[in-house]
């Protein structure tokens, strides 16, 4: 089973740590041998949402993970993740890389809004003495050029378009503006959204002024590539005034304090067997202090100091896990193939974690398997209550379900 196709974007200006927040998120432990998830290429990487295993919930001993790893009693299930080159002011008019960058974001479900909370970096991204900057500042200014390209994009010959539709006359104005959005990852149940929070659902299209386009374009942005704020340099003293003022001023969307170099820091140090540390631990411990130089020993006070005592972790795992499991409002079903002994056909125990969006059916998950099971869906079955359910059941998180379909028997 192919990993999930998900993608989180991580967006935001020069030298806030984007690429640093990058490597972090998807630098592994654990030596992964032909798996389809690991690095894909320097921009594009696989990066993991962290959740306590259904095995220990079931009471059983391990599982046999296949598309996702199972560490010590957590499954890592994988997720695309995508680090864009930096955005500059004005680069929905071209500046920069400007569009070039944007048009990265088009396939973006989610994105991570990178801001240097430390207050040390430019508008343009040139390095400061920290508490120069306003992180809340550059937060508006990075949101405001989201829209901008967006709006250029769904403005763009959009007179033309207004009277194509109504020269067919067109009912589903929904349906017709996700087909002209659909390169951007939209997909129509974001447009309905946007259009019954918005109020334009009932407007024809040709009254439509550019104010309603405007706030149609921010809603839709809203619905269809949801922003968390990353505020990163957490570590940096001039950081913790910034994220208070930043929580105050964004309630609506997460604020959440990173330190990603602290955190690659201790991936690496993980990894090379110096500590023992699982991404999101509020903690970690030292295997040999003695083999510790000077340097390394330093390095590991600061960030056990600075960042876990004082934030509770670096925040690299609580961001992704937000932004797949709250923003994007995924949970995970496991399939299977045997209800008693939670295999699959080839007996491995809990082997595939899949994540779908909250309200999905039992049939559409069933299609999500293979388009065949889904056609020719009978029932599933519900592993853990062993209770038989339809087609319209709606999955709950951490489901282990079995579909019976006619194509999947032999
Ligand atoms: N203090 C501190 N510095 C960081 C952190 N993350 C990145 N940096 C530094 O910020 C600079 C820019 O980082 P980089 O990841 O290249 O930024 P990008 O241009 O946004 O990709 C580098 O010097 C990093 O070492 C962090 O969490 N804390
Ligand atoms: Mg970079």
Redesign the pocket.
Known sequence: MEASNILVGVV?K????????FSAATEIEVQIDNRPFTTIDPNLGVTYVKKKCVHVKLGLLKCDASNSLCIEGFRYIPVKIMDVA?LVPDAHKGRGLGNQFLDNLRRADVLLL?VDA?GATDPE?VPVRPGSFDPVEEVMAMIGEIEEWMFSIVSKDWDKFVRGAESIGVSDIAGLLAQRLSGLSIRKSHVVLALERTELGNKKLSSWTKEDLKSFVSELRRVSKPILIVA?????PEAEDNIKRLKNKFKEVPVIP?????ELVLRKAAKANIIKYRPGDDGFTVNDPSKLDRRQKTILDAIAKRVLKKWGSTGVQDVINKAVLEALNMISVYPVDDVNKFTDSKGRVLPDVVLIPKGTSAREFAYKIHSDLGKTFLYAINAITKQRVGESYILKDDDVIKIIATAGRK
């Open positions: 935001g020069t030298n806030v740590g984007k690429s640093t927040f930096g990178v430390s991204g990163n340099k957490s570590d940096v990173t330190s990603a170099i602290s």
